[in-house]
Every structure is written in structure tokens, then in C-alpha cells.
């Protein structure tokens, strides 16, 4: 069973840093590109980031490109998001998605249940 | 950056009925959308790649057409289950991909 557990949300303050983290088991997941899209209260979707699985091609959404790092640690079935300098537009759902490529061309397949940031002083 | 404009921003139908959900992309992104399904306090699930390819597991009543700029996802007979809110997402073009502002479903 594809299961994707996020974690390292939490209360910060503006201009503060944080680290959340995605536990993936139930498939390889060093076979599969990976995401994570955020989700304000009350609001739509947004995606904010993407790797490859080897990590070679990496994207971000505009608003986050510069403050947030994308990772993966293929031996530890884990992928990361570093957040810096966050901003109260930054508080959302954050959810981790496993993704199905097609050559260069990825969508979610299956999504986590999110761990919620909260930026405020 | 392309923008999925989806309509109507709600749905109000009847158990039983069809619904059809509209999505329209900015530019040309071939038939590489995705349909999503989200519940009041769930993470969203995959209905439909590819523009039409049904997601494992996702029952025939949900099917999608279109292509280049123009999406539907039609539900043929409304279930009580099928009463949430759906987003188109493009992924044609990377980054970013793209959400519409989603189409709530509501029981009428």
C-alpha cells in the first residue's frame, strides 16, 4: 500500500526557516519524480515544487523559487522541502505527492494527508 | 505561466443527474491535464490523466474529454459520494504546473 507521510509542519514566525519532511513507503521510490502542493485555508491548490528521481531536473513555483529547496534522499525514502524566509502567504496544507511521468511530463497519482504551516507572529 | 480557468465555480445538481465541469487553458497544453477529486479534510485523488485515461480504480461514470486549450469532466450519474469539489491541473508545461480555481459540486 502506497502510503506518503508528511511531517515538520508548526507555528512560525515571519522571516523564520523550516524543514518539512515526506516519508514514502508501499513502492520504489526511487522510480518516481515527486512533488509538493500547498493548499491555503479555505483556498485552492497550488503546486510549489518538483524533483526528478535522481533529482537532475528541478522546478519551483514563482513564488517560493529562492526561498525554498527541494531534496530527496533516494536511501532513505524521504523527500524534503526547506523553507526560508517565510512569509504569511506561505501558510497552507502542505501536501507531498508521488508523481507519474511520461517522459518529461508529470502529474500526482497519489498525495499524503499534508502537515499544515502556519506563518504569524 | 499557463492559467486553468475552470467553470462554474459551483454546481448545483441532483443525485442521479449529470454534471459536467468545464476547464479552459491559457495556451495550448495538447491533452496533458489531470483531474482531481477533493473531500471536506481529504488530500485530493487522481479521477483522470491524459486529458480522458480513467485513474486505476476510478468508476466509468467519471470520464474526460478535450484537448488543447478546452477540458470537460463529465460525471454521468451523480453518486452521494461524488458531491466535493474538482481541479483541473495542466502539466504540459514545467514548471510551474498549473491549478484551476476548482469547481465545487453541490447537492442540489
Known amino acids: 500500500e502506497v502510503q506518503l507521510v508528511e511531517s515538520g509542519g508548526g507555528l512560525v514566525q515571519p522571516g523564520r526557516s523550516l524543514r518539512l519532511s515526506c516519508a514514502a513507503s508501499?513502492?520504489?521510490?526511487?522510480?518516481?519524480?515527486m512533488s509538493w502542493v500547498r493548499q491555503a485555508p479555505g483556498k485552492g491548490l497550488e503546486w510549489v515544487s518538483g524533483?526528478?528521481?535522481?533529482?537532475?531536473?528541478?522546478g519551483y513555483a514563482d513564488s517560493v523559487k529562492g526561498r525554498f529547496t527541494i531534496s530527496r534522499d533516494n536511501a532513505k525514502n524521504s523527500l524534503y522541502l526547506q523553507m526560508n524566509s517565510l512569509r504569511d502567504e506561505d501558510t497552507a496544507l502542505y501536501y507531498c505527492?508521488?508523481?507519474?511521468?511520461?517522459?518529461?511530463?508529470?502529474?500526482?497519482?497519489?498525495w499524503g494527508q499534508g502537515t499544515l504551516v502556519t506563518v504569524s507572529s | 505561466e499557463i492559467v486553468m480557468t475552470q467553470s462554474p465555480a459551483t454546481l448545483s445538481v441532483s443525485a442521479g443527474e449529470r454534471a459536467t465541469l468545464s476547464c479552459r487553458a491559457s495556451h495550448r497544453v495538447s491533452s496533458n491535464v489531470a483531474w482531481y477529486q477533493q473531500k471536506p479534510g481529504q488530500a485530493p485523488r487522481l479521477l483522470i490523466y491524459g486529458a480522458y485515461t480513467r485513474a486505476t480504480g476510478i468508476p466509468a461514470r467519471f470520464s474526460g474529454s478535450g484537448s488543447g486549450t478546452e477540458f470537460n469532466l463529465t460525471i454521468s450519474s451523480l453518486q452521494s459520494e461524488d458531491f466535493a469539489v474538482y481541479y483541473c491541473?495542466?502539466?504540459?508545461?514545467?514548471?510551474?504546473?498549473?491549478f484551476g480555481g476548482g469547481t465545487k459540486v453541490e447537492i442540489k
Open positions: 505527492a508521488k508523481d507519474i511521468c511520461s517522459s518529461i511530463l508529470c502529474y500526482g497519482d497519489f
Open positions: 508501499g513502492f520504489t521510490f526511487d522510480d518516481y519524480a
Open positions: 491541473q495542466q502539466y504540459n508545461n514545467w514548471p510551474p504546473l498549473t
Open positions: 524533483i526528478t528521481w535522481n533529482s537532475g531536473r528541478i
